[in-house]
């Protein structure tokens, strides 16, 4: 069954697999003894040290290890900005980092920081000027991913870095998707990571600060890790991480990274081909080798989920109805694109062509037959000539407008009613939608956007939300 969602967990190395069993018989002591045991398992912590500071470009002393990805990234966004109280409170992040960033900033602003959000284009790229702009005289820490988790677009890391040294204020990068495929650039001052993103098992994460970082650990701590990372290390897993991830920085990473570059390219180009409305989102140049997503117009991407799952393919997705929130992915909501039936599809190393090729020959029935069950016709907006009625449709507001009721219906619901009745009004005249769905806030502009119609705006309505929309075309 082709697993594609490597954005998650990555499949186990088969480095990690042979370093884990091995370290499981020498490395079960406590590393801090001075018995032969004790001093057997501190050689591979210190072995395991310096392998992983060499694949990330740091000192051994900068670096270490965490019980996750998500313990770095908190450890480190509340480490530095404890040191950092006297410089200001104010934490700069862009609307695109992962939950982890975003939950301790929630943390940091419920005890009296503040922070600021530098927003994302499109394609879910942070211009470097705008962080730059964002930098006050009470900034005392920025936090910007390497690459992004949903879509795959990587931020200028580099550039921000250059800018934050010039203002004397700490870069946190997040590089958990990036860092198997390559050192992150610049002069970054902290760095989180988790191993189970590069093929590493899972219960691993690596914390970098760079020396002269000011830098103060939060909750209570003990003499492991140099006190950054409190308890026992799970020293075979802490192994196995460390040779996975210097094993990726071998020769054949970057011509497997080329392969799988090229498989993306092929979803990118003939999924829209085979697949009517869809959207391919994230930078088309500056992208993670092995990651595309894109989204399905009037799909439940629940649904769609669940018959690639059947059909073999393990994939995953940021639409409201894959998740127990009802919320579309702050991704994708920051970028302002579709998040109805959207896949991201996240390539593992050694995916066989054959399998991308089965992917793109079973993904287009499986989303006729989704939009069949839901009632889409083949031509949806123009499914209707002007003035037709239709049993969605109320009475109109006004002469050339239309009000939809789509209360009480998640979306896709409320945007294929939207499309099926857009041609019963005249060009110029107005759809209104009503809907109490949080995903419609985020579509039915992502809608008009490809579909060549104007999103009016939004009003209150007795309950939900009133959209109007403009016929164009």
Known sequence: MPYFDAASAAPLHPVAREALLASLDEGWADPARLYREGRRARLLLDAAREAAAEAVGCRPDELVFTPSGTHAVHSGVSGVLAARRRAGRRLVHSAVEHSAVLHAAEVHEAAGGTRAEVAVNAAGRVAAGDVA????????????????????????????????????????????????WGQVPGAWSVLAASAHKWGGPPGVGLLVVRKGTRFAPQGPADERESGRSAGFENLPAIVA??????????????????????????????????????????????????????????????????????????????????????????????????????????????????EVERFLEVLPGLVRSVRERLGVPARTAEAAPAGAAGPEAAPAAGPGDLVVDALGKRCPIPVIELAKVIGRVPVGGTVTVLSDDEAARQDIPAWCTMREQEYVGERAAERGAAYVVRRRV
């Open 241 to 354: 991480a460390a040779a996975s991830l210097r094993a990726l920085r071998g020769p054949d990473t970057s011509a497997e990274a080329s392969r799988l570059r090229a498989l993306v390219d092929r979803i990118r180009a003939r999924v829209p081909e085979l697949v009517p409305d869809v959207e391919v989102v994230g930078d088309p140049v500056h992208r993670l080798p092995h990651l595309v997503t894109f989204s399905c117009l009037y799909v439940d991407g629940e649904t769609l989920l669940g018959e690639l799952d059947r059909a073999g393919f393990s994939v995953s997705s940021g639409s409201s109805c894959t998740s127990s929130t009802l919320i579309p992915s702050h991704v994708l909501r920051a970028m302002g694109v579709l998040s109805e039936g959207n896949v991201r599809v996240s390539l593992p190393y050694g995916t066989a062509e054959a």
């Open 133 to 180: 702009a964002a930098l006050t005289g009470d900034t005392a820490l920025v936090a910007v991913q390497s690459a992004n988790h949903e879509v795959g677009t990587e931020q200028p890391v580099e550039e921000v870095a250059g800018l934050c040294q010039e203002a004397g204020v700490p870069l946190l990068v997040d590089a958990a998707q990036s860092l198997p």
